[in-house]
């Protein structure tokens, strides 16, 4: 098994099993928003919606099985974008050197 292989496994190890572990408070700009009062200010008409809305994977009952598919899936997405990014990028420069 190739290296890329391996540490792609281990990122989908690491996903599913540290992603329910993860902090369910607002994150540090979205605390300080919260906490002067201008966190409404900010929010208003998604202009793109999210497939995995506050990273729990829709459908799933169980929260911390909906939080492990959710890091599961963009571990998967994130991947696969990456790795095609990589393979023009790559194609495209072998043609030109």
């Not at 690491?14 to 605390?31: K, N, T, Y």
Request: proline letters at 6%; charged letters at 20%.
């Amino acid at each position: 098994m190739g290296n890329l292989a391996k540490v792609f496994i281990a990122a989908l190890i690491v996903a599913a099993c540290l992603s329910p572990f993860a902090s369910p408070h607002p994150d540090g700009l979205e605390r300080v928003a919260e906490d002067k009062g201008f966190l409404e200010k900010g929010e208003g008409k998604e202009v793109i919606t999210s497939p995995i809305p506050d990273y729990l994977f829709p459908g799933i009952g169980n929260e911390s099985l909906a939080t492990s598919a959710a890091g599961v899936v963009g571990t998967l997405l994130t991947f696969g974008v990456m790795y095609g990014l990589a393979k023009a990028v790559g194609k495209k420069n072998s043609q030109t050197g």
